[in-house]
């Protein structure tokens, strides 16, 4: 057993199988063994008896050239989880229709238990940066889930504080406070921020392809993240100049009112004028109420 990043003990076996799985789920084309072994590094007969044993449960599918791919007793796990997973009404419907009406991407991601898992992505007419995809999870730490932690309880801001660096924090808990009354966050970035972040999103694709570089994937992703640049404040957002606009962001509800969710659009351009500005937040922020089944309220947690 190993430690993981919680601390709490994980199973190296369980991770050998869960990687093979998540590796065919992610390829285009099917694979032989000896493909998935030096991919994931394993030794070949490790991997062989994986899929021998996951074969006969119909987790992975062998073709008549010898190569895997995922298998149908997959389609019913997924079922049975899409079922009881929580997501709200129309998801993807909507977040096209933003996506078409902002001509950018758009993106709808769970913050939940620490971490933050895209579960809708559209592309829209602009586009998301390579890597950014559904299934991607990311541990909670600032910037990301920022509009979410804004209208969540004393316990999760000061966790999210408390895993940035000393010198962030003051800053950080101010923009949770505007966040929490203006309803969205607006980061902008300079052209080659924004280039950088395309940089970077072509590398986390490129380590998509071996589930063990998972560790290295969420390190890309925070410096993707921190490369989105810096947060809006409210004078600055409403002057009368045009401005870079990297990404934006507003929190979802459920029915209980709690901000469960929050849906990204990334506009990814170094000049956006006052109106452009109004309109992506006028329609970022009525989907984020459209897709609440609770009529959002926004105001101070601390």
């Known amino acids: 057993?190993?430690?993981?990043?919680?601390?709490?003990?994980?199973?190296?076996?369980?991770?050998?199988?869960?990687?093979?799985?998540?590796?065919?789920?992610?390829?285009?084309?099917?694979?032989?063994?000896?493909?998935?072994?030096?991919?994931?590094?394993?030794?070949?007969?490790?991997?062989?008896?994986?899929?021998?044993?996951?074969?006969?449960?119909?987790?992975?599918?062998?073709?008549?050239?010898?190569?895997?791919?995922?298998?149908?007793?997959?389609?019913?796990?997924?079922?049975?989880?899409?079922?009881?997973?929580?997501?709200?009404?129309?998801?993807?419907?909507h977040l096209e229709a933003l996506a078409a009406r902002v001509g950018c991407g758009a993106a709808l991601s769970l913050v939940e238990a620490g971490q933050l898992t895209f579960i809708a992505v559209t592309r829209g007419i602009g586009h998301i940066p390579a890597g950014v995809e559904v299934g991607l999870r990311l541990p909670l730490q600032a910037p990301a889930g920022a509009t979410v932690v804004a209208l969540s309880d004393s316990t999760v801001q000061r966790q999210w504080l408390g895993a940035t660096a000393p010198g962030r924090r003051e800053g950080l808990a101010a923009a949770l406070d505007q966040i929490a009354d203006t309803g969205f966050a607006a980061w902008g970035a300079d052209a080659a921020d924004l280039h950088r972040i395309d940089v970077l999103g072509r590398v986390v694709a490129h380590l998509s392809t071996n589930a063990s570089n998972q560790p290295l994937r969420e390190e890309v992703h925070a410096l993707m993240a921190e490369t989105g640049g810096h947060l809006y404040a409210t004078d600055i957002w409403h002057s009368e100049r045009d401005l870079p606009v990297s990404y934006m962001a507003a929190p979802v509800r459920d029915r209980d009112g709690k901000p469960l969710w929050e849906i990204q659009i990334g506009p990814l351009r170094t000049a956006v004028s006052p109106i452009e500005r109004h309109r992506y937040v006028e329609e970022l922020t009525a989907t984020a109420r459209t897709l609440s089944d609770w009529p959002p309220h926004f105001g101070h947690t601390r």
């Open 1 to 93: 057993m190993t430690e993981g990043k919680g601390g709490s003990a994980t199973s190296p076996p369980t991770d050998r199988v869960v990687g093979i799985i998540e590796l065919l789920v992610s390829l285009d084309s099917p694979a032989t063994s000896a493909d998935i072994a030096d991919t994931l590094h394993l030794s070949r007969s490790t991997a062989g008896a994986i899929l021998t044993s996951l074969r006969e449960h119909g987790w992975v599918s062998r073709l008549p050239d010898l190569r895997y791919t995922a298998g149908p007793a997959l389609i019913a796990a997924a079922d049975k989880a899409r079922e009881g997973f929580s997501a709200p009404s129309g998801m993807a419907g």
